[in-house]
């Protein structure tokens, strides 16, 4: 579990950001979809794809393609793109089923369509490494308990909630494929609806930060490592939408920590650990220009 303090750290944040989105809404708009081919990137790579951040934001922003690529992986990017931009022009929709199989069969057209906009079921088994998903005779159910439980809003502190709802979705594994990507979209689409900022899990430390959690979850029922790093990760998108906004310029870490005589790895201890408004921006650490640390 993560502690009251963070709790604090992010409930300030998140009160800061609402006060400054209330006069900024275009450039709100633009920043997030200029976050578009990052979260895409990343999501993909999360899945093994070989498109690389450049590969993706050639085929999404200029509409390139500069190498040979398999069909699939452009599609990927594609259809994972409009999801995320669909979700932009009304991020205070309900987390419903009806709503994430109209998500899956849009992150599906063209690449699976037999499968695409709906749930398992029949003899429609699924395994990833050795964990087995949910009978498929059951799923249906099981999907209607999550979202049911999800959405009876309990007392339980909201990133524990979407934790439960993430490793509980890939657990049970309820699509024939699909379902890291649909599962992170939903995250954010969770956030969104609590007007708060997306989140970009990373590829490079998916096998460190990431899937030991599901390891740990399936064995225990335990998630609270996934409310620590969905905590980690809102911080830091709450520091990036907010300097983002308010700041007059943005720098490097590394430059920042030169200017300010600070050992550059204790700038990036301290990036990870957000205990500095630094944020990344295209794999790179970045942060306010004039942004200076208390005494």
Same mark, same amino acid.
Request: charged share 25%; hydrophobic share 40%.
């Given at each position: ?90 991020? @205070?929709?309900?987390?419903?089923? %009806? ?5 899956? #069969?849009?992150? !599906? *057209?063209?690449?699976? &369509?037999? +499968? ?86 990373? @590829?490079?430390?998916?096998?460190? %930060? ?5 390891? #740990?979850?399936? !064995? *225990?029922?335990?998630? &609270?490592? +996934? ?69």
């Amino acid at each position: 579990m993560i502690n009251q303090i963070t709790k604090n750290k992010i409930q300030r944040l998140a009160e800061e950001y609402q006060q400054i989105i209330a006069t900024k809404k275009e450039a709100l708009q633009e920043i997030a979809l200029a976050e578009i081919p990052e979260m895409v990137y990343n999501s993909n790579a999360i899945e093994n794809s070989t498109l690389t951040l450049e590969d993706t934001e050639d085929i999404l922003l200029r509409g390139q393609i500069k190498r040979d690529h398999d069909i699939r992986e452009i599609y990927e990017a594609k259809n994972l793109a409009k999801i995320t931009e669909y979700l932009l022009d009304d991020p @205070s929709e309900n987390l419903s089923i %009806d709503l994430m199989l109209s998500l899956h #069969k849009v992150l !599906l *057209t063209d690449i699976s &369509d037999d +499968f695409a906009g709906r749930f398992r079921h029949s003899k429609e088994w699924v395994r990833v490494g050795a964990h087995l998903g949910a009978n498929p005779d059951f799923v249906p159910g099981l999907m209607r308990e999550l979202v049911g439980k999800y959405n009876r809003k309990d007392d339980e502190y909201f990133l524990s909630r979407i934790a439960y709802f993430h490793a509980e979705l890939e657990t049970i594994h309820p699509f024939c494929d699909g379902n890291g990507r649909i599962g992170r979209v939903l995250i954010n689409q969770q956030l969104q609806a609590l007007k708060l900022p997306p989140i970009i899990i990373r @590829s490079k430390s998916k096998t460190t %930060d990431y899937y030991p959690l599901f390891d #740990k979850y399936v !064995l *225990t029922a335990k998630y &609270d490592g +996934f409310t620590a790093l969905f905590a980690a990760l809102l911080t830091e998108a709450l520091h990036r939408r907010i300097t983002l906004l308010t700041a007059p310029k943005i720098t490097p870490l590394a430059k920042w920590a030169l200017d300010n005589g600070v050992a550059g790895n204790i700038a990036n201890n301290k990036a990870l650990r957000q205990t500095i408004p630094a944020f990344r921006l295209r794999e790179r650490w970045m942060i306010a220009a004039d942004y200076r640390e208390s005494e």
